[in-house]
């Protein structure tokens, strides 16, 4: 817009110089000219916003972009942030006057669209690992300008709901390594679940995701037993044992949500852990049956 708005300046100053310099000259023009000095310029072009690009890192996230922040990285240097996709807003979302605001139907359907393409580009949910993604718009000016697009941007944590880590390489077909590093795995629990090899003395073990759906935040505190018993049901497909009366004597569960930011944004998975109390194992028990996870009335 600046460089717009400068040209028609020059062209105002320009216009009012000749006029004073014909004006000078008692109105005869010199040979060749025809006292329009418009008609052989180039239109001006549409202004345009700018479009960041795809399969692209950066050092850091903000939930809006400005053009003058913006640094993307090769993946194969160091980086903390991955752009996923960068798609559009369509429809009635597209014809908004101002981008989505936090918690609105558009924000949320861009975090849908988001969710499932970067679970396609990690080769596996998401949740099921100590990743977190977030969406990233245009600025005001650049909506302005016709900016319509949204970024998908992906971080590896350093734990169930930790803290960014900076890495090398992309992160595309991470879980669908059966190794990955970054996959949930087993735990020792206590006041809180600590990571553990699974060939160690550990008491719990990351068993899957329950959708809440369209469950609100400030509910879930009173969901104990509804979140308990759709627990229990992972494990019983994870560890291949009847979802009967007699799981709640085979294992406890352990659980943990989202932040509330997160959860008003679509995040709605809660995740879930088998967890034997004072007992321990030194195996995933994962497909292990009624023989590695027994009955215990005691």
């Known amino acids: 817009m600046r460089e717009v708005i400068g040209r028609r300046v ?13 004006s000078a000259c008692g109105g005869q023009l010199p040979p060749g000219a025809d006292g329009d000095l418009t008609n052989q310029w180039a ?77 396609a580009h990690l ?11 977030g969406v990233s718009l245009p600025s005001p000016a650049g909506w302005d300008g016709g900016a319509r697009w949204y970024r998908c941007e992906l971080t590896a944590l350093d734990g169930q709901y930790g803290d960014p880590v900076s890495r090398t390489g992309p992160l595309k077909g991470e879980l669908a390594n059966a190794s990955s590093s970054l996959k949930f795995g087993c735990y020792q629990y206590g006041s809180q679940l600590v990571a553990s090899a699974c060939n160690k003395g550990h008491n719990a073990e ?22 308990a018993k ?19 004597y085979r294992t406890g ?11 008003e944004a679509g995040d709605h998975g809660v995740r879930c852990h088998l967890w034997l109390s004072k007992k321990k194992v030194t ?13 215990n009335y005691a």
Not at 253 to 263: G, L
């Open 206 to 227: 990351f068993v899957g995701v329950w959708n809440a759906g369209s469950t609100a935040f400030a509910s879930l505190k009173s969901m104990n037993t509804k979140i």
């Open 253 to 263: 569960v352990v659980w943990n949500w989202p932040s509330q930011a997160d959860w």
């Open 10 to 22: 020059a062209g105002v100053v320009l216009v009012a110089a000749a006029l004073l310099a014909t």
């Open 230 to 248: 759709a627990c229990r049901g992972l494990v019983a497909s994870y560890v291949k044992v009847p979802n009967d009366g007699n799981i709640s």
């Open 43 to 119: 239109a001006l072009a549409e202004p345009t916003s700018w479009r960041p690009d795809e399969a692209v890192c950066a050092d850091s996230f903000r939930d809006v972009s400005y053009r003058s922040s913006y640094k993307p990285v090769s993946c194969d240097q160091n980086h903390t942030y991955e752009t996923v996709a960068v798609a559009d807003f369509a429809g009635e979302a597209a014809s908004r006057t101002t981008p989505p605001s936090e918690g609105s139907p558009d924000l949320r359907a861009a975090w849908a669209d988001c969710d499932k393409k970067v679970t």
């Open 283 to 295: 195996k995933s028990l994962r497909g292990a049956g009624t023989k590695g996870l027994p009955i």
């Open 123 to 133: 080769g596996g949910d998401w949740r099921n690992g100590s990743l977190w993604f």
